[in-house]
């Protein structure tokens, strides 16, 4: 998928003047940070789990070589085949060439940012063969042409009218044409349409929230139940992961998804989770006939040598997202690539470079919400703000803000002129502004004041006031 | 690009950022105890209680979840149940079961027009039965192993879901599921004791993809019903 990261200012301008995604976004973070709070208060253990969390994929990263190896034998002693695939290219033309030998024609598919990652639905369609998404919000998505929002919700940017105007539409030349108004008849409809889809699919492809060394098994997490159907009815399911989904012990998994669903939804346990260990037995009654995942690196094993390595504990809940300020104003579209909120403001830049998606770390306002909720304790403000120092250092940023920054930091590095220069300026407002108590224009600071007023200083500087041991 | 050519170049980055060379000996014995040996992490507390307290807790986390809960006493009275159930829900008697030696045990026989076939799913049935290997209280839980006894496809296609569980089989926490499944995969235990399919099952199938509004039955099925059953051996 073409990033649009690089306008991102004014992808969000749209975000802003857009009335049907305010209504969406102004409904959406509320439920989900209740639900979160009351779920983490139900489980007492919910922080030490989250510190556990944190130790195992350390420890998994620290160790990945070793993990990835055992478990891609674990994978064959089981029957199945793991792809390793260095580049998204590598691995559309890994899945290109097992579907072909499936002879498949349609594909369907459970939601995977892996997925949007390697843009891999328009690859297959450009091979005559047709994707299927079938998460509901994914579903919609696809529906009406554009990408997810949110990597647990994808359409959570669509009120409920609109995904009604575009099932009127889309299910006309199925025969159903009557416009539905309901949450449930809109839901049901889905599952009428998609069902037969599941059924005459030749493949499925999901993602996994897991792959477990110990057993050589993929894990999936889903409410729907869909992505159970896409990968137990095909012949042929592909599960596509990255290198750091890779956990050593069924143990270690569950501890994870202790705090998963609760941080993601607010859910004590998502509906099914289901751990998959190669194709079908000789004696099994139902299941596939074969058994292939799709191992992909994309940057990650670069990143684990980067200071960017904190990054690749996520497990994909949303809740940094969930609680973002800037993502609850924006929306996810504005972000521009697969990833949006606090997580994809560190990966996108790590994964299509600083270049392109220069300005995600600075769309924070550094409140720390994201990395007070995030299950794994990613530092992502940290990560964000060495992102920014990248961006300057690297010479990405205009003129006007590098020598800005310039200026301020020659006078910071010399203590005695900067309290001087700043006991001036404050003096100075405070005398221009005394009469109001604020500026609505200052010089310079035009970019500022365009949104809002500067209050007028009334004494010191913080320096001053810390000097003088007023600290409070 | 050849599949080991991928794995070398992948294996050689991920050595290369994490600043050494392959394992020595030692690291990767230990390594290799650590997943031959799992320790379960932190367990939460809240099933450390006696047993009948663990079918309480199991029966409310699962009906918070929009499973509904029976519970009868005595093999004999599981046919007569499932059969209640199709009756109140105006669903038709006919079901496709697991073929599970277990629910063979059940006196079906006594309950004439209940239409059982067993086998795996299909697309036009509308209610399967199985068993479960068991249930955690933890979260109202059921865990499912796909095999000759249970087909996956149970699961999901018909749009009632009942599962008959002994009460016996309901446990504390999931560690309780891998314990159990190592311990029955006896000589192959060498991670070959995984099942191709293990569902953990929490409720029916739900979505709240359109602004947030739960739904159940968005594409598994819409009602999940589970028959408790005390003074059940099987
Ligand atoms: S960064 Fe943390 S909070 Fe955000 S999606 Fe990843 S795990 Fe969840």
Known sequence: MDATSRSFVANARAGLQDADLQTSLARFQGGFQVKRVEAAKRLPEFEALRDEARAIKDHTLAHLDHYLERYEEQVTAAGGTVHWCQTPEDARQVILSLCQEADARTVTKSKSMIAEEMELNPFLEEHGIEPVETDLGEYVVQLAEERPSHIIAPAVHKTKDQVADLFHEKHTPLGRTRRLDRVEELVEEAREVLRPRYLAADVGITGANFLIAETGSSTIVTNEGNGDLTQILPRAPIVIATLEKVVPTLEDATTIMRVLARSATGQEFSTYTTVSTGPRRPDDADGPEAYHVVLLDNGRSRMLGSEFREVLRCIKCGACMNHCPVYGTVGGHAYGWVYPGPVGAVLTPNLIGLEEARHLPNASSFCGRCEEVCPMRIPLPGLMRKLREQEFERRLSPAAVRSGIGVWAWLARRPALYRCLTGLGIRVLGMLGRRRGRFTRLPLAGGWTAARDLPAPEGATFHALWRKGRRA | ?234
């Open chain 2, 1 to 234: 690009m050849s599949a080991t050519g991928g794995r070398d170049a992948i294996l050689g980055s991920i050595r290369r950022s994490l600043g050494r060379g392959p394992l020595d000996e030692a690291a990767r014995a230990a390594l290799d105890e650590r997943l031959a040996k799992p320790q379960p992490n932190l367990v939460p507390a809240r099933t450390d209680i006696p047993q009948d307290e663990r079918v309480e807790l199991f029966t409310s986390m699962a009906e918070a979840v929009f499973a509904t809960v029976d519970r009868v006493s005595g093999a004999d009275a599981v046919p007569g149940a499932v059969a209640d159930y199709l009756a109140q829900h105006n669903l038709p008697p006919a079901l496709v079961m697991a073929p599970d030696p277990a629910l063979d045990a059940y006196p079906w026989g006594e309950r004439p027009m209940l239409a059982i076939r067993r086998g795996r799913a299909e697309e036009a049935d509308r209610v399967g039965v199985t068993g479960a290997v068991m249930g955690f209280a933890e979260t109202g839980t059921l865990m499912m192993t796909s095999g000759p006894d249970h087909p996956s496809s149970l699961n999901f296609l018909p749009e009632t879901h009942i599962v008959v569980l002994p009460a016996e089989r309901i446990g504390g926490a999931y560690e309780e599921g891998w314990a159990h499944l190592r311990a029955e995969g006896g000589a192959d235990a060498d991670g070959g004791f995984m099942p191709r399919t293990v569902n953990l099952v929490t409720g029916p199938s739900r979505t709240a993809d359109i602004e947030q509004t739960i739904t159940l039955g968005a594409h598994g099925p819409r009602r999940l019903h589970i028959v408790i059953v005390e003074g059940d051996e099987s």
